[in-house]
């Protein structure tokens, strides 16, 4: 992950945070059908409270996140008690349903991933340059089992290369994920007021179920 995203966090510049849970998921999660009590890997998390949303629905949560000010900051959110291990080289907190882990999502390997069912990318892809974000794709899919459903939400602006968060076509979503997913779009958000737009889309690791 790069530094500029890491940076926001220390300086507070932190507007692409929803102080509530994303539409998209409440209405567009229930449809995957994923199933009851799955892992759910959630890259790049910042202090999303869709995380709360999942837990709360009974998903445990695996949040990757490079930033400690944005885990802390979470885990201030609610009154509960926090356990904190290291694992792996990852500073860990775990809250109730919701475990934290401080470090790169590319250090992630898959035998730590192994109890993970589901995925969830509110503003992982379009926070990285596009460098980084091929491999990205392909990290993700070497982490997340066949069958493995998950939602990913994707950002268009008009800003050029301006960001993070960066404006990532549909096209080049596409182009990303289709070697080893299903995807499907399933809605295009209206603009707001800056111009920006949302895309949701569905999509399903490829290859035979286990």
Not at 54 to 63: E, H, I, R, T
Not at 73 to 94: E, I, K, P
Not at 167 to 181: A, C
């Amino acid at each position: 992950m790069e530094n500029p995203w890491r940076q926001r966090w220390q300086e507070g510049r932190i507007g692409f945070h929803l102080s509530d849970t994303h539409p998209s998921l409440i209405q567009h999660w229930p449809m995957l059908n994923v199933e009851a009590g799955a892992k759910v890997l959630v890259p790049l998390c910042g202090k999303s409270l869709d995380m709360r949303w999942l837990a709360d629905k009974g998903y445990p949560v695996l949040g990757i996140e490079l930033a400690p000010e944005a885990i802390e900051q979470f885990l201030a959110q609610r009154n509960a008690g926090v356990s904190r291990y290291t694992q792996a080289g990852f500073d860990v907190s775990r809250q109730g349903n919701v475990e934290l882990w401080c470090g790169d999502f590319f250090h992630l390997h898959i035998q730590q991933a192994a109890e993970v069912g589901a995925f969830y990318d509110r503003a992982s892809l379009i926070a990285l340059p596009p460098a980084t974000r091929e491999r990205y794709a392909f990290h993700l899919a070497q982490l997340v089992p066949p069958g493995a459903k998950g939602l990913l939400i994707g950002l268009t602006h008009e800003e050029a290369d301006a960001g993070p968060p960066f404006s990532v076509p549909d096209s080049e979503i596409q182009r990303l994920l289709t070697p080893n997913f299903r995807v499907e779009l399933v809605e295009n958000r209206e603009p707001d007021e800056r111009g920006r737009s949302e895309s949701v889309w569905a999509l399903e690791r490829r290859g035979p179920r286990v």
